[in-house]
């Protein structure tokens, strides 16, 4: 079974900084699917990246971005220019790919502080 | 982009009561509707898989008499509570996913479930 392992419970970051999320997992699968999500007070779940693991070329979306390392199985998330906004828990998710490949793995989650 | 409405958003009822939970896909087919719980910060549970016209599938440890699940259509899934306890109150959220494995699952805005 796949695992996916966040080691950060809480991290802070200042407005206007960086700051990287770390993820690790664990699987036997050469084809699958990582992705990062986002959950705020409002505690609705949302998609910030995606990453295929087929794919070498890192994911960005604006002010986000991965570093996937496939052969350490290392997943981390940086936000750039940090924002008021970004403060939440952040979710790394594992899932498989193809048919059987449905259902999501969460890691057990980052609380992201942003000081003003 | 696809949206999945979650109804109702909140519920406090009476030990014993039965609550029903409504996951709907408002624009696309749900092939495959998920059900997860979560606790205050923690990460999300899966709790069983359902794909329409089927039974669904429950994640080991997860009662299947006490979390009814119905998918009887591509755009609706519930999950049923019966005999609620305050054991049960816990944060319920649904996602959907259509007959497209490789696209990413779309989130409810999930339930806060409390039991008196």
């Known amino acids: 079974a796949q695992t996916v392992t966040q080691s950060q419970p809480e991290m802070s970051v200042q407005e206007a900084e960086t700051v990287t999320l770390s993820c690790t997992y664990d699987t036997s699968e050469s084809d699958y699917y990582l992705f990062w999500y986002k959950q705020p007070p409002s505690r609705q779940m949302i998609l910030v990246i995606r990453?295929?693991?087929?794919?070498?070329q890192n994911a960005t979306e604006n002010r986000f971005s991965v570093n996937f390392q496939k052969a350490a199985k290392s997943f981390s998330l940086k936000i750039s220019d940090s924002q008021l906004g970004d403060a939440a828990m952040y979710f790394c998710a594992y899932r498989s790919a193809g048919t059987s490949g449905s259902r999501l793995t969460f890691g057990e989650g980052t609380q992201l502080t942003v000081n003003p | 982009g696809a949206v999945v409405s979650q109804h109702p958003s909140r519920v406090i009822c009476k030990s014993g009561t039965s609550v029903k939970i409504e996951c709907r896909s408002l624009d696309f087919q749900a092939t495959t509707m998920f059900w997860y719980r979560q606790f205050p910060k923690q990460s999300l549970m899966l709790m069983a898989t359902?794909?329409?016209?089927?039974?669904?599938?429950?994640e080991q440890g997860v009662e299947k008499d006490k979390f009814l699940i119905n998918h009887a259509s591509l755009t609706l899934s519930t999950l049923t509570v019966t005999s609620a306890h305050p054991e049960d109150s816990s944060f319920y959220i649904c996602?959907?996913?259509?007959?497209?494995?490789?696209?990413?699952?779309?989130f409810g805005d999930g339930t806060r479930l409390s039991i008196l």
């Open positions: 359902s794909n329409e016209g089927s039974k669904a599938t429950y």
């Open positions: 996602s959907a996913r259509g007959d497209n494995f490789n696209q990413p699952q779309h």
């Open positions: 990453q295929e693991a087929y794919k070498q």
